[in-house]
């Protein structure tokens, strides 16, 4: 028998399950496919289980390292990782029934199971009972990305492990060999180095994060890498592995000379490929480009008028925040509202130690973009008072605006809590708030908020907390007249 509904939408990822609740929010009849997990790869082994994994590695390391200077004296500290892994599944677990309960709190109906299209008008769905055909008004498609390897790497979750297994160790490795040095191998390579594990890191690239931070910040972060004793190599390609008792010895090309890397795991975090394969989108006449990504226009509306797609089946970034806010918009779209993607800038967060977090252009962006006069301010960690009683005094919040106007065009930060405070640069870019806007709201003391009101004013030329040289004549900012 075959079910109708108003809006379908397959995947229940940060995507999918916020499409769903919205849309029934609005009064639509709403199914939800999902084949594995409610909460999709974030909440089950992406963004929530790494965040555990890293709140409890960075638990750990200030008890070791930052503890004897307040004047406590711990003893050894003993690791149960089994006890570990189980806590992070229970938050896990926490947060994807919490989903379940929203789902069925807005009376979504939910389908588990694998759907596939059989049209532009019918999906088929292979249950635990049988396979059912539904029918709609129009579909969503959410249904994410997964892990790519690299030729002779095929992930058996053993030996070679994807973000998935690497994630889910029931032992801390002695030694892992990461191949890739992204968002994924430098999060996983940090928490694992803190609780123990020696790692050693093969980057494609000539630079980490490159595209993604500004230079200034990739230093502090190798720096802080260097430092935890992680081993960084760079143009490193991974080749091929032989696996000799616990041993794996991996083959590369390391800067044109072949090199032997011996690791007791090798963890490929090399980027994500999307879902399109999987659920016979051409039988719906819906295309993708030659990345696998599904082609959408501004609505994220598909080749086909009534098929839309979200979330990281739809593009770069592939950020659970992107793919809740393309959720929404679809939902509202699909109830007759007049939305479009027009966000100015995605926040992109990498929860190293210390964090990154950015959002709006890079200096070299600024440029390529027309812009002739760039004011940046930096502001340090080391100058505010609560990073220092924190002892976290790495890094700095960097501010750039346009010389003529004083607009807010990129934040950058590294440093503590960075992940939290980018938020308020998010809604300055947002807004087009201007350098004064950011210098003259109060923010509380002490916080590590201050940073960006300092870094404001820094980049106007008067940050109080460091010694600033003045700016040059020709530099120097005339003061925007408040508008009444
Ligand atoms: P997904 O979360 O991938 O969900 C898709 C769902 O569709 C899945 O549940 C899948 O089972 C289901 N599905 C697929 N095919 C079918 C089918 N045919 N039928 C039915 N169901 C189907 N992003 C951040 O913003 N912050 C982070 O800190 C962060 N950390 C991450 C850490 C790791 C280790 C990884 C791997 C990713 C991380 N990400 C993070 C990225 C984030 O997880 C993704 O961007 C996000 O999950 C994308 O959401 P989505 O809804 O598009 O897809
Ligand atoms: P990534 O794209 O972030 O990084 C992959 C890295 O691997 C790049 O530096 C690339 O140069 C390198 N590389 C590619 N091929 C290689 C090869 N053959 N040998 C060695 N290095 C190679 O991909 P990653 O880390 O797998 O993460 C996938 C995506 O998941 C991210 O792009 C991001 O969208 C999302 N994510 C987001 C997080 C967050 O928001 N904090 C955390 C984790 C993942």
Redesign the pocket.
Known sequence: MSQKFDTVVVGAGPGGYVCAIRAAQLGQKVAIIEREYYGGVCLNV??IP?KAMISAAKFLDQVQNQSEAMGFTIGSVKLDMGQLKSWKDSVSKKMANGVEQLLKGNKVTMIMGKAHFESDQILKVKTSSGEESIEAKNFVVATGSR??S?PGFDFDEKNILS?TGALDLEKVPKKILV???????L?IGSYLAKLGTEVEI????DT???GICEPDVVQVIERKLKKKAIKLHYK???KGYVKSGKNITVTADVKGSSQEFTADKVIV????KPNSDEMNLSAAGVEVNPLGFVKVDKQMRTSKSNIFAIGDIAG?????HKASHEGVLVAEVLSGQNRVFDAKTVP????TDPEVASVGLTEKQCVEAGYENISVGKFPFGANGKAVSLQQTEGFVKILADSESHVVLGVHIVGPQASNLISEAALAVEMGARLEDLALTIHPHPTLGETMMEAAEAALGHAVHIIQKPLSHKKKLQPQPAEL
């Open positions: 992406g963004c790494s892990p790519l690299i973000s191949v890739g040095g992204g968002y994924i191998g999060e093969l980057e494609a690239g980490l994060l490159s490193a390609f991974a975090t090399v980027g994500r770069q970034p592939m950020l659970a992109a967060v990498i929860f």
